[in-house]
């Protein structure tokens, strides 16, 4: 495997009030093209911030950080814009849908962005739930389905961008137990198909199922093993 996304002490602070808030504190890390990565924490440990930098949706105080060799830490908002549409798709607990679409027009519209054709979006999408398991689903809307098939519309969304890289911040923290290791299993899938899985969670459980293990504690990288 090859190096893909490069951090190099990383930092992200905050000013609250007349105090500094150190959110990210001085973090290297280096990432591979293809791996199943989680990155673990408790609720302000974080592991959210760090997220919202390797998903070029923040910048850091400081540091560096390099992605597919390019640097991407000074970049502004139009730039990170671009990145974020070609090389990174996000899954969020929230789910993210719009409630008056339907699943295949929720999966189709960030396909608009890439100035595709309505013909091509609609048959990506298509293809998309059909994988993960939602071909009779396709008309219907948000409030027809359950949590674990919303999860799997946005899950179907990210497969549509077909981008390298995946980012799921707490996928399975609105889901039961069955409904989690559905999501799991399918992000499992996508990782054999060589997507880079970069996993957000609190649970140690969901974090056993990656094949690489980072844990984060009060802004720093306190551990970073190989499952």
């Known amino acids: 495997m090859s190096k893909l996304m490069s951090l190099k002490n990383i930092s992200k602070v905050y000013s609250v009030g007349n105090s500094l808030i150190r959110a990210i504190d001085n973090i290297s890390l280096d990432i591979d ?25 923040d910048i850091p105080s400081s540091g560096t950080y390099f992605l597919n060799s390019t640097p991407v830490f000074n970049m502004d908002e139009n730039k990170l814009s671009k990145i974020r549409n070609m090389q990174i798709s996000f899954i969020f607990q929230s789910f993210n849908l719009i409630p008056g679409l339907s699943s295949l027009e ?37 409030c027809e389905l359950s949590g674990g098939q919303q999860q799997r519309v946005a899950i179907a969304r990210a497969i549509a961008l077909d981008t390298p ?29 060589g997507k880079t899985i970069i996993l957000i969670t609190h649970d140690d459980k969901i974090a056993s199922k990656a094949s690489r293990i980072v844990k984060i504690h009060d802004g720093r990288l306190i551990s970073d093993s190989k499952n």
């Open 106 to 142: 929720n999966v189709a519209l960030p396909l608009m962005y890439r100035k595709m054709n309505k013909s091509k979006r609609i048959k990506r999408a298509t293809e998309a739930l059909e994988i993960v398991g939602l071909k009779e689903r396709i008309n219907h809307h948000p």
């Open 165 to 193: 890289i995946i980012l799921a911040d707490e996928p399975t923290g609105n889901l039961d137990s069955a409904c989690s290791k559905d999501i799991i299993r399918v992000l499992e899938e996508l990782n054999l198909l």
């Open 33 to 57: 093209k293809g791996e199943f990565m989680a990155i673990i924490g408790k609720s302000g440990s974080g592991k959210s911030t760090l997220m919202n930098i390797l998903g070029c949706l």
